[in-house]
């Protein structure tokens, strides 16, 4: 048996954190996408982007943590653009939303098979197609979403611990032996940080961030969400922002600040690896190549859940079939939703496995790019609807909180967003057209989901549409 009426679970603080700093996926940043950064990038000035990265990401928070405190709804962005700037827009949020997830998730789907696939072989297995993998784990991450987060928690919880051991232990084996030339500050100074190309660098770095903005999500599995939600937003930022800071910088100093960038063109997949075998030992390396399959599954687990309760959030509220705010009776899981983000999951990453693409240079270099950039213009949305939320309703008066953190916050994202787009045909590797169809494709999510609110708000007229107000917090 299934109800509609409400998510359930008892997840704290603790729980939320392990579930978004999961989704950000601390290994997959440090091996993956740190040496891309600081080779294509800001070369040494890595360590500084991410403070960055995190200031305006902490700024954009304290209006969200504002706004949670307020407003409890498992479709988050959505939620709060439909409360500040209407319905249409908000309906367009939700859109946006959705497509940032399941498209970085299908590119995360790519990057693990191939991950897989080579581990496999290298240990003497068979030599399977990559989308054989991602396939099974698309089977592993269905399974774990039906049921309820709790579940999801405890899991992501182990293997994210298991990651940070890994990034701590590699981390102060270069401080201990101090690095290829002593510990210097070298990363830290503007004139490292706009060196080289400062704009690729914070693409990097504020995709390494995707996912902090889920705590909100699982308020209504929360504790006490007025607290619950607040507090975990502020500590998973910051800990994602200092884990990727301190890690970095000593990935820098291994090598040497001024050499660090060519040995990051030399050897880009190897060269977190071969820090590891350097200061570590071989065995290290070999375990960190093992956790990184471990820390793509927790990653997709994230996103899966996440995509589930949008989808579910929008069913309750009358924009996409009620069969998907099904809530499972046993699980008090949106068992529904789970569902169909495995099917969606299927299809694109079955696309891309039938034209025969690339399963890391194109269809996760691609997705994520294309990820990155609507989950930033949705993000600098939610700030200017916290901001016009606030001035309407009074509900809090607090200056900082409600007008000159989302201002700042959202003026920062439109900064960063406007840097992405100027480099977008860098990060996704492929041509002018190619970057042009993505980016039209995010344009036109946005208003199909505008066109669908406005239709949607014609049929409230005639009182037939279920209630769309997300749930205040007392």
């Known amino acids: 048996m299934a109800s509609t009426s409400g998510l359930r679970g008892s997840i704290g603080v603790v729980g939320i954190v392990f579930l978004v700093v999961a989704a950000a996926s601390p290994l997959t940043t440090v091996a993956g996408s740190l040496p891309v950064m600081i080779a294509l990038g800001n070369g040494a000035g890595a360590p500084l982007t991410y403070l960055i990265a995190a200031l305006v990401l902490l700024l954009f928070s304290v209006g969200y943590a504002a706004m949670s405190s307020r407003i409890t709804d498992a479709g988050a962005f959505y939620a709060y653009v439909t409360q500040g700037l209407g319905r249409r827009l908000g309906i367009g949020a939700a859109g946006l939303a959705l497509f940032a997830y399941a498209t970085i998730q299908a590119g995360v789907y790519g990057l693990a098979a191939s991950t897989v696939e080579g581990l496999v072989v290298q ?55 101090g690095g290829a030339h002593g510990i210097d500050l070298e990363s830290f100074k503007p004139s490292t940080f706009v060196s080289g190309s400062p704009g690729i660098a914070m693409m990097f770095a504020i995709g390494s961030f995707v996912g902090f903005e889920a705590t909100a999500i699982y308020s209504e599995e929360a504790r006490n969400p007025k607290r619950t939600v607040p507090v975990a937003t502020y500590v998973a930022i910051i800990v994602i922002g200092v884990l990727y800071a301190l890690s970095s910088w000593a990935v820098v100093l291994a090598f040497g600040s001024g ?10 997949a190897g060269l977190t690896f071969g820090a590891a075998a350097t200061y570590v030992g071989s ?24 995509i589930s309760r949008y989808v579910f959030a929008l069913a309750r509220a009358g924009y996409a079939p009620r069969g998907l705010a099904a809530v499972h009776a046993k699980h008090g899981s949106p068992h529904a939703g789970s569902l169909l983000q495995t099917a969606s999951a299927v299809v694109l990453v079955g696309i891309f496995a039938v034209a025969g693409a690339d399963p890391v240079l194109q269809l996760f270099t691609w997705m994520a790019g294309v990820a990155i950039v609507a989950i930033l213009a949705l ?63 995010v344009v036109v999510t946005f208003l199909g989901g505008v066109v669908l609110g406005g239709r949607s708000s014609a049929r409230v007229l005639g009182d037939e549409a279920p209630d769309l107000e997300p749930t205040p917090v007392p």
């Open 123 to 177: 240990y003497g297995g068979p030599d399977l197609p990559w989308w054989f993998w991602a396939f099974v784990m698309m089977a592993l991450v269905g399974v774990v979403g039906y049921r309820n987060i709790s579940l999801g928690a405890r899991l992501l919880g182990v293997l994210l611990a298991l990651e940070i051991i890994a990034i701590a232990v590699l981390t102060v084996a270069v401080f201990a032996h």
């Open 379 to 441: 993000m600098a949305l939610t700030s200017f609807a916290i901001l016009a939320y606030f001035r309407r309703t009074r509900v809090d008066t607090r200056v900082w909180q409600t007008v000159v953190a989302p201002i700042l916050g959202g003026l920062g994202l439109i900064a960063i967003l406007a840097l992405v787009i100027a480099n977008f045909t860098t990060l996704i590797g492929g041509s002018r057209t190619t970057a042009a169809i993505f980016l039209a494709a």
């Open 259 to 268: 050499e660090v960038q060519d040995a990051a063109l030399k050897d880009t």
């Open 283 to 306: 065995w290290t390396s070999d375990a960190m190549q093992v956790m990184l399959v471990t820390s793509l599954f927790a990653t997709l687990l994230a996103f899966h859940g996440a």
